[in-house]
Every structure is written in C-alpha cells, then in structure tokens.
C-alpha cells in the first residue's frame, strides 16, 4: 500500500466514524430509539476497533525503518493512541441510556483526536513516500576527496 492509498484509507474511516458518531448523537437525543441506538453504537464500536488496528499497522508499516524520526514517531503515535484509545472505551461500555448521557462528551473527544491525527500523522505532507523514504532511510554520509 502507498502513503497516498494509506492515508484516503485511514481518512474514509474517519469520515465513517464521524458518520457513526453523528448517528449515535442524533439517536441518543431522541425518546424511544434505544434500540436504534444500541445497533448504531455496536457499529461504532467496531468501527472504531477496526480503525485503532488499521491506523497502528498501517503507519507502523509505513515508518519502520533505520531512522530514529520513524521510530519516535511509531512510539509517539502508539503512546498516544492506548491513552486516547482507552479513554474512548471507557466512555462507549454499558447501555444506549449510559452511553446516551456520555455521547456528548464521546463526540467532543473523538473528533478532536481525529482531528489532530488528521494535522500530524495523516497530514498530507506526512505521509508522502518521499518524505517517508527520508526518514526511514537516515542520513546520507557524503566522502570528500
């Protein structure tokens, strides 16, 4: 897969979850739709699962490499995502009406954090092969004669 590819990939699955979220907002605002909730967080929720696990591979793949710039980024990424990941999971357990008080709060802090992986890591001047190609790659050592 190229950057290019990666990046439409990972950005569509943000525009699904932004998709789901607002389902899920929507239906938490409306008596009698617990039902429809439910189904539309179980969506989300696999959505969302699905995205962690795509994004971390896809990126980790991308950025491996020789260069310190692809690790500390990889670690960065991954540090960030358990404590942002976690803290989404926290907020999507337990029935519509439990998430339904909660949703709000969902919607604030998964937008922002896509958001911002959308200005940093899925930034189009990011993830550009030659620019993943010069970081993974590290310095080149020129000999003068």
């Not at 525009?15 to 189904?39: H, P, S």
């Not at 696999?46 to 260069?67: F, K, P």
């Not at 001047?125 to 790659?137: D, E, F, S, Y």
């Amino acid at each position: 897969m190229t950057p290019e590819q990666a990046r439409l990939q990972l950005l569509a699955q943000h525009d699904l979850l932004r998709a789901l979220l607002e389902t899920c907002t929507r239906l938490a605002r409306i008596a009698g739709r617990e039902a429809e909730l439910d189904t539309a967080l179980a969506s989300l929720r696999e959505a969302l699962a699905a995205h962690n696990q795509a994004e971390t591979a896809v990126i980790g793949e991308l950025l491996r490499g020789s260069s310190s710039w692809g690790k500390l980024l990889i670690d960065r990424m991954l540090e960030e995502h358990v404590a942002e990941h976690a803290a989404f999971w926290e907020l999507l357990p337990g029935t519509s009406a439990e998430v339904a008080l909660r949703i709000d709060e969902l919607a604030d802090e998964l937008g922002a954090h896509m958001a911002a992986e959308e200005r940093t890591f899925l930034a189009q001047g990011t993830l550009r092969k030659n620019v993943i190609h010069a970081r993974t790659q590290g310095p080149l050592i020129t000999r003068s004669k």
